[in-house]
Nanobody, 126 residues
Framework: QPQVVESGGDLVQPGGSLRLSCTASGVTLDYYAVGWLRQAPGKEREGIAY????????????HYIDSVQGRLTISRDSANNFMYLQMSNLKPEDTGVYYC???????????????WGQGTQVVVSS
């Protein structure tokens, strides 16, 4: 069973930046779509960004929901089997637990992913 681990959550002021990291054992992240999903307090988990695999027919493209477009960037570190979510101009509504998840095709739906990390907490507050 692959294990996914994310890290980097922290308390940050509005307008600040943060980089979340994700790695996995038992899977090569390049061969899978990797997503970042967020669960805000009192709300359901939602997909906010994902990147397609770089193998086969997949184009390796990154996708974002409208509310984070231009503020979040997802990227791969293939040599070290890491994924990153660079977040800038953070807003209080970005507060939540951020999950890294791995699946065959990606998407914004929770069901698109098979393997999940335990989550890392991000709090945006002054």
């Amino acid at each position: 069973q692959p294990q996914v681990v994310e890290s980097g959550g922290d308390l940050v002021q509005p307008g600040g930046s943060l980089r979340l990291s994700c790695t996995a054992s038992g899977v090569t992240l390049d061969y899978y779509a990797v997503g970042w999903l967020r669960q805000a307090p009192g709300k359901e988990r939602e997909g906010i960004a994902y990147i397609k695999s770089t193998g086969g027919a997949s184009d390796g493209s990154a996708h974002y929901i409208d509310s984070v477009q231009g503020r979040l960037t997802i990227s791969r570190d293939s040599a070290n089997n890491f994924m990153y979510l660079q977040m800038s101009n953070l807003k209080p509504e970005d507060t939540g637990v951020y999950y890294c998840a791995v699946g065959p095709w990606g998407g914004f739906n929770v069901g698109a992913f098979d393997y999940w990390g335990q989550g890392t907490q991000v709090v945006v507050s002054s």
